[in-house]
């Protein structure tokens, strides 16, 4: 069983601090991974894919991946309230001719003014 | 934008009742998926469709059925619901199985509640 293993949390930071969230993962063929953002009572929604070791910045996000310790994490700068939820790692699977996602748990954020 | 709908938001239903969840989405995605969500267990996956009557079982297919008869809607079957189904119910579309970046978008979630 491919697993997706994230720290449930809470994880509480105060507003305009870094939040970091971290994943691993146990296929070590996975080529992509998503980050998503739920909030509660709502469906999940992208937040940005990365693929390539290294770093990928997009506004205050920034997704890192490190394939050879099959560990990827989301960096938020300058948190704010409204960044409150949970955070799903979420990965390709390697195997098969179609990409299913493997999702983590979730982390769940909480950003105080 | 991508627009994932759900037939319903919420749904209450007896034991041994046929329950129909219903997706629809209006990008001419290939890929089609449900997924069940419940405290401590995260997404779970339950069957996908990457065609027109195609289907492959999730994780969890167990209890469940599906129907893709046309490319924009599935259908989720639950040919007796059991209280073990109470859940929130996701739909998600991806453009194709062949991208290994393609994005799955969510629709809102059908929380249905078997009595």
């Known amino acids: 069983q491919k697993e997706v293993e994230q720290n449930s949390g809470p994880l509480s930071v105060p507003e305009g601090a870094i939040a970091s969230l971290n994943c691993t993962y146990s296929?070590?063929?996975?080529?992509?991974f998503f980050w998503y953002r739920q909030y509660s009572g709502k469906s999940p929604e992208l937040i940005m894919f990365?693929?390539?070791?290294g770093d990928k910045e997009d506004g205050r996000f920034t997704a890192q991946l490190n394939k050879a310790s099959q560990y990827v994490s989301l960096l938020i700068r300058d948190s704010q309230p409204s960044d409150s939820a949970t955070y799903l790692c979420?990965?390709?699977?390697?195997?098969?001719?179609?990409?299913?996602?493997?999702f983590g748990k979730g982390t769940l954020l909480t950003v105080n003014p | 934008d991508v627009k994932v709908t759900q037939s319903s938001r919420y749904l209450v239903k007896r034991t041994g009742e046929k329950v129909f969840l219903e997706c629809v989405q209006d990008?001419?995605?290939?890929?089609m998926f449900w997924y069940r969500q419940d405290p401590g267990l995260g997404l779970r996956l339950i069957y996908f469709?990457?065609?027109?009557?195609?289907?492959e079982k999730g994780d969890i297919p167990e209890g469940y059925s599906v129907s893709r008869e046309k490319k924009e809607r599935f259908s989720l079957i639950l040919e007796s619901a059991s209280t073990n189904q109470t859940s929130m119910y996701l739909c998600?579309?991806?453009?194709?199985?062949?991208?290994?970046?393609?994005?799955?978008?969510f629709g809102p979630g059908t929380r249905l509640t078997v009595l």
């Open positions: 998600a579309s991806s453009f194709s199985r062949l991208v290994a970046t393609d994005t799955q978008y």
């Open positions: 296929d070590r063929g996975s080529q992509s």
């Open positions: 990365i693929y390539s070791n």
């Open positions: 979420a990965v390709i699977d390697s195997g098969g001719s179609n990409y299913k996602l493997t």
């Open positions: 469709s990457y065609d027109v009557k195609m289907k």
């Open positions: 990008m001419d995605h290939e890929n």
